[in-house]
């Protein structure tokens, strides 16, 4: 299959990017800079240059596509509302690229939803609708196109995605906020959870997605269900030498900056309709064992 992904030089990308040359598939990445697109011709994907800005750039690289698999994401938290504007339109315009083809279009989502007191599941459909919710309402915009003759696949990530040789997400900004703090901080009582995935079983995941998941699915790249911040925090503590501190609610912000807010939810999910469906199994090593292998060392 000829897979057309965005973001696929970034952390989950250049996985997913491995994983499908692996099995066999060929791969065409968006890259907006020579050193993407090197990166990607090195190991023998193609690169198409263009950007989230551009979407009829985009919806052609998907229109000339046997598949799509839509990671990248503008991740800027001063113009939040922006870049879910960017989204929708890159979005709106790949599917109008596959409309009536049956190809697969997969787009990376979250798991914060309304749910609470007990874990997200892949039946519980998401929360945000429209341009101006979060990331832009994509995730029901996608899956809407399964009624368009698009196999649409929602792909809802862990908060972390974590691995050695490079992750610069969550996990990676509060281990130099440690560091710059001298203490390793949780809110509150520290009982809020995160799930996380080793990477290489996310990419396996989104592998087994493109081939077989069906229109208009959740899958769940989640290998723990639910880590509690302040174990995090302790791990964390405990690979950089600094102690372990608890941040009242009212400091958070102050104390973390904008991830204070993420930090402080409570994102725990399962993953059981995922592993059934794909036959899917994580394997990989767990969040506390890549702290401990010093992943996140700063």
Do not use: C
Not at 22 to 31: D, E, P, R, S
Not at 34 to 50: C, P, V
Not at 171 to 187: F, P, Q, S, T
């Amino acid at each position: 299959m000829r897979v057309f992904i965005t973001g696929a030089s970034g952390w989950i990308g250049s996985a997913v990017t491995d994983e499908l040359l692996a099995h066999g598939h060929q791969v065409v990445g968006l890259a907006r800079s020579d050193e993407s697109a090197a990166a990607l011709e090195a190991k023998g994907a193609t690169a198409h240059r263009g950007s989230l800005d551009d979407p009829e750039s985009l919806a052609k690289a998907a229109g000339a596509a046997d598949g799509v698999i839509h990671l990248a994401f503008k991740h800027d938290f001063t113009d939040y509302a922006g870049a879910g504007r960017t989204e929708h339109a890159a979005v709106e315009r790949m599917l109008d690229a596959l409309e009536g083809s049956e190809r697969p279009f997969l787009l990376a989502s979250g798991l914060a939803s309304g749910v609470t007191g007990r874990p997200v599941s892949e039946e519980d459909p998401s929360p945000f609708h429209g341009v101006d919710s979060m990331r832009g309402g994509s995730e029901n915009l996608a899956l809407a196109a399964a009624d368009r003759g698009v196999r649409a696949v929602a792909l809802r990530f862990s908060p972390t995605v974590h691995g050695l040789g490079g992750d610069h997400g969550f996990i990676a900004v509060l281990a130099k906020i440690a560091k710059e703090r001298g203490a390793a901080g949780y809110i509150g009582d520290g009982a809020s959870h995160w799930a996380a995935v080793h990477r290489t079983d996310a990419a396996r995941m989104v592998r087994l997605a493109l081939e077989k998941a069906p229109a208009g699915s959740r899958m769940h790249a989640v290998g723990e269900s639910g880590i509690p911040s302040r174990d995090i925090a302790a791990a964390l503590g405990d690979q950089l030498g600094v102690p372990t501190t608890t941040v009242a609610p009212e400091d958070a912000e102050s104390h973390f900056g904008w991830i204070g807010h993420f930090f402080g939810m409570d994102i725990t999910a399962s993953n059981a309709r995922t592993r059934e469906l794909l036959d899917w199994t994580p394997t990989g090593p767990t969040l506390m064992e890549d702290i401990a292998a010093g992943a996140y060392a700063v």
